[in-house]
């Protein structure tokens, strides 16, 4: 993040009024994603959001039990969402 946020900085003199507008937006987002590095998380409140999402979330764009498994998501919490192998994408 601090890589990218130098690059931003760089960037920002010299940029036309359009890219500075969401430059400098997309500073702020770091700024404040390092603001929150280290603070707690709760993973049970955030499991419990996928759940209620995910599955329209997949079949609207497409995304199948593979591909979820490959950024990490567990068998269990796919299941819960209601996102099987089998299912239609």
Do not use: C
């Not at 404040?32 to 590095?37: A, D, S, V, Y």
């Not at 280290?38 to 497409?62: I, N, P």
């Amino acid at each position: 993040m601090e890589k990218r946020l130098a690059a931003i900085e760089a960037r920002i003199p010299t940029a036309d009024s359009l890219a500075k507008l969401r430059l400098h937006q997309d500073r702020l987002r770091l700024k404040e994603q390092l603001g929150n590095t280290g603070k707690s998380v709760d993973m049970a409140e955030l499991e419990k959001q996928f759940v209620k999402v995910a599955k329209g979330y997949a079949e609207r764009k497409h995304i199948g039990y593979a591909a979820w498994r490959a950024v990490g998501v567990d068998p269990k919490v796919l299941e819960k969402a209601g996102i099987t192998k089998s299912a239609k994408i």
